[in-house]
């Protein structure tokens, strides 16, 4: 419905979509499909300069890899790399995984020497490299987990040992290298390795797959960074191989792995969230790369059921602690929801991917709804203290964590600095410092802008035309969204832009006129020169949210969203612990509230004691009604222990109704 039209010349004379080959991309871009029809734009020509993601990429960049580096230092994570090049037997320090921490942080510094060349961050990139590189085996494979002395033989722990997924990442890391420093040790370590993992598990090699997908995504992305097919052929493999069975069942069952069912076959995600992900990302790529129509049919039809059946108001994925996975259509649990960090992210990689071959706005509209509120809660305010896990409701108020010890993965009901498994702070850091490159797309018609961060763009259209525009917002607190051109093309172009699936009543002004605009892609304007202003103004009034009511958990309850934001009421603002009791007032609208909160009116009812928590009648004793404020939900915990809730309860139905 919302999918750019014709109206935007991203159609070509014939009417059909017109797609763009831009094989072997080079430019500072973390997804370069073989053929797309919104071309992306590098990283690098996006500068984002005030407001909310610019401090976040500050934060990241002054404190997060810092403090990520100190933890791995520390905790033995990268002087592994040290044990392996000497050949020491174990012990080795941390899980199986550890060495991707290593690889995820370094993908982040890529990105970051790319954004600001920063000399910190490149000498960090370069001493890390160096260790790395040591450990590698003269044929190629890279692992401070297996093979070495003492230690369990390759490939002989596939389900659990996360050898694919480390190298994996590293391949992701030299990726981002090669597209913005080119070719160095790392990337030359990288090649090595994916030219073994060929060998290893080519056609006549291992028939088996790696418990945690990932490996996918990283061939497919070094294929198109190198020009090299075989290794887009074996993310290929590796995709086809999965969902028969290769892996050994867990007793979790294998749709934990996606194993269950052929990737092509599979109708909905399913089974450990970040691996769904992950392994529908690497699908996506190999099936654009490839041509193969069935598999990017069947990963966008996943796409649109687990949106519309298994994702959380905040963009969040993964409803069950158990298996860190999915749960079943419309279980979604507010307290015990996992809405792993890392699954936010991974679904950020997917959406992505869709929205580069669609250009529907409901994949830039999931993305931006995951990026604000799942990804931005993830970090703390310092940039130094995580969540794993994203519950939309916490009933006791959580425990401070220790800042000196890392924390057991979900078990900590606050931000902690260190996980012993700590996948999502080197995650956010690479997402954080990469965010530019999710900013704005172009094609042969014009630059299309997906998200609103007061930026300075300076691109080219795929014909070489160069636009530069300036973007002044204070979004997303504020709904004006002032785009300056500042260089045009002399040919025609357009200017397009996004409204958000809940921005009706949008204007666009341009040259002196104002307009209505519905939600989905819009041409702000076409020919706009040099001078020319655009003016966005998106409805960021806060409103009231009610969930499908097949979503039993949340039923009779509603959400309070101001534009992207999801709203949560905290205890340290509502003067009770007991948040259930406090039911919000539908009739009377929310209103904005000082800096980024909102005001609503809430009814305190008193919820008598009992002995048994069941009985014919519920009602509770109604009083006055108080107003109350909301905090958005990606900084709640900010301010210490406390209870919170997303879904806020709806007063009784009077009798009769
Ligand atoms: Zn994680």
Redesign the pocket.
């Known amino acids: 419905m919302t999918a750019i039209t014709g109206e935007t010349r991203m159609t070509d004379a014939a009417g059909a979509p017109r797609t763009h080959d831009h094989p072997h991309e080079h430019a500072a871009v973390p997804v370069a499909p073989a053929s797309s029809r919104l071309v992306p734009v590098p990283m690098t020509d996006v500068r984002i300069v005030d407001g909310f993601w610019a401090q976040r990429q500050a934060v990241n960049a002054s404190a997060t890899f810092a403090h990520a580096l100190h933890w791995m230092e520390r905790l033995g994570w990268i002087g592994n790399f040290d044990l392996a090049a000497a050949g020491d037997p174990p012990p080795r320090a941390g899980r199986e995984f550890a060495d991707s921490e290593i690889y995820k942080l370094m993908e982040g510094l890529a990105w970051e020497v790319a954004r600001t060349g920063d000399a910190w961050a490149e000498e960090t990139f370069r001493a890390l490299t160096a260790r790395v590189v040591a450990a590698q085996s003269p044929d190629g494979y890279l692992s401070t987990r297996f093979g070495g002395p003492g230690q369990a033989a390759r490939y002989s722990d596939l389900e659990w040992g996360h050898e694919l997924y480390c190298a994996g990442h590293l391949i992701q890391a030299a990726v981002a290298r090669l597209r913005t420093a080119g070719e160095d040790d790392l990337t030359r370590a990288a090649r090595r390795v994916a030219d073994h993992i060929v060998a290893e598990f080519g056609p006549d090699g291992r028939d088996a797959v790696c418990g945690h997908p990932e490996i996918e995504v990283a061939l497919a992305e070094l294929s198109r960074a190198t020009g090299d097919d075989r290794y887009r052929a074996q993310a290929a493999l590796f995709v086809e191989r999965r969902g028969a069975g290769r892996l050994r069942d867990a007793e979790i069952g294998s749709e934990y792995f996606q194993d269950d069912v052929p990737v092509r076959d599979a109708t909905v995600l399913r089974g450990h969230a ?1 691996r769904a992900l992950y392994l529908s990302a690497g699908a996506y790529d190999v099936a654009i790369d490839g041509g193969d129509d069935a598999l990017r049919a069947a990963v966008e039809g996943q796409w649109d059921a687990t949106v519309a059946r298994r994702t959380y108001l905040t963009g969040g994925m993964g409803s069950r602690h158990e298996g860190e996975s999915f749960g079943d259509d419309f279980e979604l649990p507010s307290d015990r929801a996992y809405s ?4 936010g992210i991974a679904s950020v990689m997917l959406s992505w991917r869709l929205l580069l071959q669609s250009g529907d706005a409901r994949h830039a509209d999931l993305m931006e709804r995951t990026l604000y509120n799942v990804v931005a809660t993830g970090p703390d305010e310092a940039g130094t203290a995580f969540f ?1 896990v994203n519950p939309l409701a916490r009933t006791v108020p959580g425990t401070p964590t220790s800042a000196d010890e890392p924390s057991a993965r979900a078990a900590s009901s606050q931000r902690a600095p260190w996980f012993e ?4 702070p080197t ?1 956010i850091a690479r997402t954080v410092a990469s965010l530019g490159a999710y900013v704005a797309t172009v094609d042969d018609g014009g630059l299309q802008l997906h998200q609103y961060a007061s930026s300075e763009i300076a691109t080219r259209l795929p014909d070489g035309s160069a636009v530069r525009l300036a973007v002044r917002t204070g979004y997303p607190v504020d709904g004006a969204v002032e785009i300056e051109v500042l260089e045009a093309p002399v040919r025609a172009w357009d200017l397009t832009v996004r409204i958000p699936g809940w921005g009706a009543g949008a204007t666009i002004e341009s040259n002196g006129v104002r307009r209505a605009v519905e939600p989905g892609y819009v041409v702000a304007a076409s020919g706009l020169a040099a001078g020319a202003i655009v003016r966005l103004e998106l409805p960021i009034a806060p409103r009231i949210t009610l969930p499908d009511p097949r979503i039993d958990a949340v039923r009779h309850t509603a959400a309070v969203e101001a534009g992207p934001l999801v709203y949560c009421l905290e205890s340290v603002d509502a003067g009770t612990e007991e948040l259930a009791r406090l039911r919000l007032d539908p009739t009377v609208p929310p209103r904005r509230g000082e800096g980024d909160t909102v005001e609503v009116l809430v009814a305190d009812e008193a919820i008598p004691g009992a002995p048994w928590p069941y009985g014919p009648d519920g009602s509770a004793s109604p009083a006055g009604r108080e107003p109350l404020m909301l905090v958005p939900y990606h900084r709640w915990a900010e301010r210490g222990p406390s209870t919170m809730r997303v879904w806020l309860p709806l007063p009784e139905q009077p009798a009769g109704h």
């Open positions: 970040v792993e960090t890392c699954a794993y498994v700590s996948c999502c995650n």
